[in-house]
């Protein structure tokens, strides 16, 4: 009786204020508050120790009075807010008699939503066992204000709607979600994560969000994830760190995933990259860090990445792989992993599409046996942005599946099909045995037409190794710069190779390599560029030297239409020009050949004329000039080595028909261009004259392996 004339001193004392609110708050004494609308509240009346609230078109909510604490009277509100505690859950509930329903087990807060406007869920508190729960018909917003949710048989939050959830994360707090390593009996309801939603995610604010997903995923969405903002950590995950059915997408804020499987796991969507900071450490073998079947893009952020399992990729997508801007940078450990006869490769970049780089800044560093920098099955296509891969893994042999001993190596670019770089700045660095720069199955094309086109550094150091055989039948890997199976072409672009290795080689193509312009300095052990069926050089300027085999290499036919062009090979048998007696045809350029032996041009297919001249002997340093008789400079070249017996070739639009021309060895030089010892509008004070010729014939010869010495 006590407790009735309490509440109604209560509510008579309050008259005055109601008139003023929009709702009454029934305070529970199991710490559940609920609103009601004084809209729709008719009367509230007592009878037998039970108070009756009486709504508008609704049943009668009954309270037994020892339910009651108190009442009090505020504004409306689409906030609901939990407070989370081990001795007991409060809840402030508004819209109790308006569609949303709340209920606590042990626990768990399980919500059933109806109503259509768009509420928010505020979530505090600590709680050792416990869950967020959720059906609901309409989107909401769920904010994270500072909750540490740690659920032993289930997901820590659990949202079992299909409509969007913008999950908030209050600026200042730390939020903590854990989930069980064995989840409870669910029927038919997915419960794929630590943090589930059948619905889109949608992540906002400045606050920290921490996920410990033990089952299964940490972040899993059915739908897409957006992160817009805040910082969200995954410290671990049994499998995927975020996954997302339809695709994962950031805008902004920071990502930091650490997983047993996928980092980001776009499923079958796509994945895009728009900005803010991704942080992926990946250890178990053949997993990624970011995974998709559709498109990954890239347009701003930045991704950094740490992949160490064996044949794991740090990024991998089914579909195309685009990136415009942004700073990606990914350190792979891993090593080759051979399954059923097939070799499977940790690689930074793995695509199985066509992947395009138009800008941005990539850094990726392998040091697993046989990494790949970036690998692709379809094309590589890079118009602007700065790559640097460097690869410091050794090679290997296996047995194919022909049953063949074959082998792997590290490559720091890998194409199964073209590879086109237009612009850009890239740079190969690739250390173990038998490593690749840049490797296609298809064409690669550098620049284009009236362009400045790309920079590219690629640098091989480690040595070749024996795959089969032995003697003249032994099948040897080898180290190369730059290689494909079609056709090479490099419209412009500046390019410094290095491969001073045994077995390195400079630019390779297994068809024809044509070169329209551009400015290139290759220094190598084995062929600077070597061909298989036709090397043509149109134009720019070629700098080649070879201290084992040839300078420029064509086992078919040799053509030179423009340009400067420096071939220095080694003592004889190598050549600084060699086209294995096929065609050599120059009708344009400056060729300036050097080797102990040299192909001789074509004269039927020639329409400049050439001198090829012989030595005994040459130095390194020395300077060899060629003048007419008015004393004019044709010709000045500082040698780049020493030679037992050495033979010069020279071609020039500048050797005229039937003139007379000397040849002076020694001497000095002042002023001018310098393009590697080949120099320009300098002054040229005479050493020794060895010999004179006439330019009787298309290619002149002087001199023999018994000829005069060039140098002391």
Known sequence: MKRIILLSGICALCIQSILAQEKMFVHRSDKITQGVLLSVLDSMTFVNEAVLLHLHDQDAPTYSMTEIDSLSFGDNSLQIKILYSDTGIEIV???????????????????????????????????????????????????????????????????????????NLTEGTINTLTDGKKYADSGSEDMKGCFFSEGQLIFNGEGALYVQGNKKHGICSDDYLLVNSGNITITGAASDGIHANDYIRIDGGSVTVTSD??????????????????????????????????????NGGEIHMSVSGNQSKGIKTKNDLRI??????????????????????????????????AGGNIIITSTGTAGKGISTD?????????????????????????????????????????????????????????GKGISADG????????????????????????????????????????????????????????????????????????????????????????????????????????????????????????GIVIASGTNSPEEGFDCDRNTFSITGGVLIGTGGSSS?????????????????????????????????????????????????????????????????????????????GYYTGAVYTPGTKTTTFTTSSMVTTIGSSGGGRLGH
């Open 324 to 357: 415009n801007d942004g700073t990606i940078h990914i350190q792979t450990t891993g090593s080759v992993a051979v399954v059923d006869n097939d070799p499977s490769y940790c690689t930074g970049i793995k695509c199985d599409q066509t992947v395009y780089i």
């Open 93 to 167: 509930n508004p819209l109790a008699f308006e569609g949303v329903s709340i209920s606590v087990d042990d626990g768990n807060v399980i919500i059933t939503s109806t109503i259509s406007e768009e509420v928010e869920y505020i979530l505090t508190g600590t709680i050792s066992n416990g869950m967020f729960k959720i059906y609901s018909d309409k989107k909401f917003i769920l904010t994270l204000n500072g909750v540490n949710i740690t659920n032993a048989d289930g997901p820590a939050i659990n949202i079992q709607s299909g409509k969007k959830v913008t999950v």
């Open 261 to 298: 499987s996928d980092g980001l796991d776009g499923d079958e969507g796509y994945i895009e990259i728009n900005g803010g900071k991704v942080q992926i450490t990946s250890t178990s073998d053949d997993v990624k860090g970011i995974k998709c079947d559709g498109t990954f893009t890239m």
């Open 600 to 676: 001789t041009p074509t004269s039927s297919a020639c329409s400049q004329r050439s001198v090829l001249y012989s030595a005994s002997s040459a130095t390194s340093g020395n300077l060899i000039n060629i003048q007419d008789a008015n004393g004019t400079n044709v010709f000045t070249y500082k040698l780049p080595r020493s030679y037992q017996t050495m033979t010069l070739l020279f071609s020039s639009a500048d050797l005229k028909a039937n003139t007379n021309y000397t040849i002076y060895t020694g001497g000095s030089i002042s002023g001018g261009e310098d393009f590697h």
């Open 378 to 434: 379809g094309d590589l296509v890079i118009s602007g942005g700065d790559v640097q891969i460097t690869t410091s893994g050794n090679g290997g042999t296996y047995t194919n599946t022909n049953s063949i001993l074959d082998s792997y190596s590290a490559t720091c670019m890998k194409s199964n099909g073209n590879i086109h770089i237009t612009n850009g700045t890239v740079t190969m660095k690739s250390t173990g045995s038998a």
């Open 443 to 562: 064409e690669i094309v550098f620049g284009a037409v009236n362009a400045e086109g790309p920079v590219v550094d690629a640098t091989t150091t480690g040595a070749k190794f024996l795959v089969s055989g032995h003697g003249e039948n032994a099948d040897y890997a080898n180290p190369k710069a730059i290689k494909c199976i079609g056709d090479l072409t490099s419209h412009s672009g500046t390019f410094t190779i290095r491969c001073t290795q045994d077995g390195g080689e400079g630019m390779e193509s297994k068809d024809v390599l044509t070169i329209n312009g551009g400015i290139y300095d290759i220094e190598t052990y084995d062929d600077a560029i070597n061909a298989a069926n036709q090397v043509v050089i149109n134009g720019g300027y070629i700098y080649c030297y070879s201290s084992g085999n040839d300078g420029i290499d064509s086992n078919g036919t040799l053509t030179v239409t423009g």
